[in-house]
């Protein structure tokens, strides 16, 4: 049980386009996902923590109007990076829990590079 | 503020124990969990420990916790190739709040 499941696993697309990962709880509700980013060879950074049916919690120099988190049912939670430049391309983690004392799950992250 | 610390590299033969270990700074911290990640992949629950717990063993997997020295270790027995991976230690309050990961520590298995 308790699995987390991110689309695309991968995406390449020019500089200026936006980019819509979603991350799915598939057996459970979560009213809680948590975002997170990883460059090469570091550990992972959290973005945001992203809120079923109210707005994202965004941690100290994220920009909420280039990663725009949506929350709009228990089981989805998407992360749209907008205008992406190359800077942007990097590892992005979402991860959910089931219950608040059990642990975290994690998604298969996605892989973004931008050209 | 709230730290994870772990060393970055470990290198083990085939057959061997292999012990990660890690350290964290924040007292109310309830769960401590391990993670592997393989390249180009996201993170795997490999175990986690509750903080009233001192010992937890799942198959070839061995978590030892010290709560006074706020010391964590991950003991894999009869270490494979197919462990070869990062390992991180992370430590939260409970499973709806943040995590806090350690660096990670890449563990090299040689045949």
């Known amino acids: 049980g308790a699995v987390v499941s991110q689309h695309p696993s991968r995406v390449i697309c020019k500089s200026g386009t936006s980019v819509k990962i979603e991350c799915r709880s598939l057996?459970?509700?979560?009213?809680?996902m948590f975002w997170y980013r990883q460059f090469p060879k570091k550990s992972l950074m959290l973005m945001a923590t992203s809120n079923e049916g109210s707005k994202a919690t965004y941690e100290q120099g994220v920009e909420k109007d280039k990663f725009l988190i949506n929350h709009a049912s228990l089981t989805l939670s998407t992360l749209t990076v907008t205008s992406a430049h190359p800077e942007d391309s990097s590892f992005y983690i979402c991860?959910?829990?089931?219950?608040?004392?059990?642990?975290?799950?994690f998604g298969d992250g996605t892989r973004l590079s931008i050209l | 503020g709230e730290d994870v610390e772990q060393s970055l590299f470990l290198s083990v033969r085939e057959g061997d124990s292999s012990v990660i270990n890690c350290t964290y700074t924040?007292?109310?911290?309830?769960?401590l969990y391990w993670y592997k990640q393989e390249p180009g992949a996201g993170l795997q629950l490999l175990t986690y420990i509750f903080s009233n717990m001192d010992m937890k063993q799942d198959q070839r997997l061995t978590v030892l916790l010290n709560k006074k020295d706020k010391h964590l270790s991950l003991r894999i027995a009869d270490t494979q190739t197919g462990d070869s991976a990062i390992y991180f230690c992370?430590?939260?309050?409970?499973?709806?709040?943040?995590?806090?990961f350690g660096k990670g520590t890449m563990l090299l298995v040689s045949p």
């Open positions: 992370a430590e939260s309050y409970s499973g709806y709040s943040t995590l806090t």
């Open positions: 057996d459970f509700q979560a009213t809680t």
């Open positions: 991860s959910a829990s089931p219950e608040d004392n059990q642990p975290q799950h």
């Open positions: 924040d007292s109310s911290s309830t769960y």
